[in-house]
């Protein structure tokens, strides 16, 4: 079983389909994003990060978006696969704190 | 994951009781944190290690202890475990080498105190 939440927001989207999962952040002063992935019964597992100087970093089939006026993140993956099936946190970070703050995850649910 | 290893993986304790979990990492990295897991809240930080002896508490830090003797292990201590505790935990760690400045997590220790 896993405990990450069971009132989580869910995003269900269809495989083949292009999933958008958002964050907001909430402190100004961060300059450090991650996005992670969990998996049932596992640890959360890094994805992609950015730095606050950048608006967009690609991945292999992962996009992040980062919008610093509105203080707003998001993930982009495309052609989503069963595999991509789990819970998705974003983290953010100030300068030399070396500690995140963690939002409270989306689950994503691919459609078959 | 490689490198960083949580034990036990599962653990059932009776109230009152006194609980230890375990870190272990082989990769020599500085930093190290406890982190909890519950329903609605995500992640919180208990405490961290900047270094060996060097600890710091984090958001949730009451009724929890932690002690780092050496740079691969850190260790959780629930002086006397309460119902409220009952949570995942999981241990994760940072070094500062390269762009990547995230965590690797362990696995996570499944507590339940009855």
């Known amino acids: 079983g896993e405990s990450v939440g069971l009132h989580l927001p869910t995003l269900s989207v269809q495989e083949g389909d292009n999933s958008i999962i958002n964050c907001a952040y909430s402190?100004?002063?961060?300059?450090?994003f991650i996005w992670y992935k969990q998996e049932s019964g596992k640890g959360p597992q890094f994805i992609i990060d950015?730095?606050?100087?950048?608006d967009k970093r690609q991945g292999q089939r992962v996009t992040v978006l980062l919008n610093k006026t509105v203080k707003h993140l998001s993930l982009q993956i495309a052609a989503t696969q069963p595999g991509d099936s789990a819970v998705y946190f974003c983290a953010e970070s100030a300068s030399g704190t070396y500690k995140y703050i963690f939002g409270t995850g989306t689950r994503l649910k691919v459609l078959a | 994951d490689a490198g960083i290893t949580q034990s036990p993986r599962h653990k059932v304790t009776e109230t009152g009781t006194p609980v230890t979990l375990r870190c272990h990492q082989t990769?020599?990295?500085?930093?190290m944190y406890w982190y909890r897991q519950d329903p609605g809240h995500g992640l919180r930080l208990i405490h961290y290690s900047y270094g060996v002896k060097d600890t710091d508490k984090g958001e949730v830090s009451d009724g929890y202890s932690v002690s780092r003797s050496k740079t691969e292990d850190f260790l959780l201590t629930l002086e006397s475990a309460t119902s409220s505790q009952t949570s995942v935990y999981f241990c994760?760690?940072?070094?500062?080498?390269?762009?990547?400045?995230?965590?690797?997590f362990g696995s996570g220790t499944r507590l339940t105190v009855v």
């Open positions: 402190n100004s002063a961060s300059d450090y």
């Open positions: 994760a760690i940072s070094g500062s080498t390269g762009t990547n400045y995230g965590y690797t």
């Open positions: 950015i730095r606050s100087n950048m």
């Open positions: 990769e020599n990295h500085r930093y």
